[in-house]
């Protein structure tokens, strides 16, 4: 094992410059890499390879992405369901918002960090099945330097709907996906970020994640997730994981939705995560929302590990005014009715209100504030007074809700706007627009949908946490509680809870019971065999004592005949 030596070509920066800027990231997953001068590493191609730290006006200008296709002048043109479609696109629009330079800062930092602190080296096994490996069948590696401080990481929580996936996405479209380094001798790649959903609670589908997220960077098929599928036990997986994270020299895994995880000491799938971290030296990112943030603090020692870099995306978000207020502006430029109507303050005012400053949920407002107008064909322009009667007492119940800092799962938020939705389906059904009526009837089946599985999900947890039934009985008398009562799930998770371990007690209890009259009946098959054993005892002795007795009565005869 030695370090790689190379000479580097540096680009010279402007400082309006960074690296890539002139290439399109988005065309593909692999660039060429480039070098900037870094003192004190530039025998380093991964510190020099990677852009030096976004400036404010970068973050913004990457998070402005206009809905598509919008003209003032075709609206005009419109039929009116063009418009009520062309108005479901204002929700794709990206708005830059505090929270994106946050983040976009704070993962430029981990990965500075985490290059600095580990070299790169050629590795002589000839065995390493690898992707852009040198021409001598060398491994290039990243190994974490022995004087390199322990990995760190950071934690990204807040309400649905804050932004907090979409900051990280464009934080990560500032780098390539892999970057390749080719010099006489050998070549390898580097990824800077992997970015992974915990969609299940097993730790080993992020394992899988991480290998299937390899396999899209380099076009491999499917040969990583193959690997890490056909694992013999989760060990297997993680060991495999930690040598492609060394061998192309990932700097950050971050996990979404890291609510779902396990936190329970038995399964300990957080500490895995921070093993691999730990044994590799690549930096970690977590996101989730206010469940997984209050889980994160009850565990230690990752507690420890993030306590310095954790960000409030409400808190941000909130702080930032005059970005939300850009974001406010914005919105309001795409406008579908019949009359264009002004941005006023008092307006400003009332969306900033209203919204609570989360961005889902002003695209939502605006949302239906232009299909309300569209479908009544109005002929002025939108004011307050039409705002408060279209979404005032709905959004005031809202911000109240979203004012909750304590409401798991955000399940009033999601019981709230379902039944919006339904209404909105309702009132609209009214207007003679079948196809919005579908789509809101749409809308709102699939909030349900989500509702229910979180009642059911955290049933299931609450019942794994608190007893030794396995998952297959769990889920067995759930199926059998929801059977019975079919809107059990419209309720919080505690009655299905309830319901399904009574079902639980009462199977336990039947078998205690077959088991105890199985253990009667064996019993009494024992005491039937003993009385018959007895018997049979008794009638041959009495034989045996009456063959005797004649035995003795004939002996006594022939001698008398003497």
Known sequence: MERLKCNLTFRELRKDENL?????????????????????????????ALPKMPSVRDILALGMV??????????????????????????????????????????WKFLDRRYKGADVMI?????????????FGRAIVLYQKLEAPSPIGFLLHGKTGC???????????????VIYHEFEDCSYVQIPIVMVTALRKDIRDVFESIAAAFDRFLDTGDYHRRRAVGAKSISATEGLVKKWIELYHV???????????????K?????????????????????????????????????????????????????????????????WRYQFGNVESPFTTEIEELLMYHSSRNIALLKYIVITIQTKDVIEKRMEPIDVPFIEKTIGRDMETLRKLLADPDDPEDAQYHEYITKLYARQAKEVATENDEEKGRLFDMMAAGELTRKRE??????????????????????????QAIDKEPDILDHPSKF?????????????????????????????????????DRETSQGLTALKKAMNEQEISSVSSEKRGL
């Open 66 to 107: 206009n809905p598509p296709g919008y003209d003032r002048e075709q609206v005009e043109k419109m039929s009116t369901a063009e418009k009520l479609a062309a108005i479901e696109d204002i929700d794709m629009a990206m708005i830059p918002l505090g929270i994106h330079v946050d983040v976009a800062r704070t993962i």
């Open 496 to 532: 299905l809870a309830q319901k399904a371990m009574e079902i639980l007690k009462k199977a336990n209890a039947k078998v205690k019971r077959k088991n105890t009259a199985t253990a009667n009946q064996a019993k009494k098959g024992k005491s039937d065999a003993a009385a018959i």
């Open 163 to 177: 932004g907090k996936t979409m900051a990280v996405n464009l934080a990560c479209r500032m780098y390539p996906n």
């Open 454 to 479: 979180a009642v059911r999900s955290r049933a299931f947890q609450s019942i794994s946490d608190t007893s030794n039934y396995t998952e297959t009985q769990i889920n067995r008398a759930i199926r």
């Open 251 to 265: 700097g950050l895994i971050i996990v979404d939705e890291v609510q779902f995880l396990d936190f329970s000491p």
């Open 123 to 135: 590795s002589a096994n000839e065995d390493e099945k690898a992707y852009g490996k040198g021409s």
């Open 267 to 331: 399964k300990k799938n957080i500490e895995d995560i921070v093993s691999i971290t730990q044994a590799t030296g690549a930096q970690f990112g977590l996101i989730g929302n206010d469940d997984g943030y209050r889980a994160i603090l009850e565990y230690d020692r990752l507690n420890r590990r993030v306590a310095k870099n954790i960000i409030n995306a409400d808190e941000v978000t909130k702080n930032n005014v005059r970005l939300f207020e850009n974001a406010i502006k914005t919105l």
């Open 20 to 48: 890539y800027d002139d290439v399109d990231l988005t065309a593909g997953s692999m660039v060429d890499a480039q070098y900037r001068r870094v003192a004190g590493y530039e025998d380093n191609p991964d510190v020099c």
